[in-house]
Nanobody, 122 residues
Framework: QVQLMESGGGSVQAGGSLRLSCAASRLTLNMGWFRQAPGKEREGVAAIGAAGSTKYVESVQGRTTISRDNANSALYLQINSLKPEDSGVYYC???????????????????WGQGTQVTVSS
């Protein structure tokens, strides 16, 4: 198991930006960011492989960047041009499995952080 702790969430107006951080006890080859809005299923937002390959859900494509700092065991998610539909609890996740390309399905990840709330107002 990997210990994960997210930070950087908050309340922001539509059009703004946020940078979420995830401090990990260690980074695995495959890491991801997920989010869950009230009454909705957890959704994969972005995933990254060890070599830096990335995958994004279509709704954030072009305005979101996932990155990893292997030296400092940190994972980041930069979201720009935020929309109200981006609101939710954002979770950092690590997978003990090895796969490529990156996958956005939560079933492939087995370590989760506690989450950080993102609220975007219109």
């Amino acid at each position: 198991q990997v210990q994960l702790m997210e930070s950087g969430g908050g309340s922001v107006q539509a059009g703004g930006s946020l940078r979420l951080s995830c401090a990990a006890s260690r980074l695995t080859l495959n890491m991801g960011w997920f989010r869950q809005a009230p009454g909705k299923e957890r959704e994969g937002v972005a995933a990254i492989g060890a070599a830096g390959s990335t995958k994004y859900v279509e709704s954030v494509q072009g305005r979101t960047t996932i990155s990893r700092d292997n030296a400092n065991s940190a994972l980041y998610l930069q979201i720009n041009s935020l929309k109200p539909e981006d609101s939710g609890v954002y979770y950092c996740a690590a997978s003990s499995r090895v796969f490529t390309p990156p996958i956005l399905s939560s079933s492939w990840y087995d370590s989760w952080g506690q989450g950080t709330q993102v609220t975007v107002s219109s």
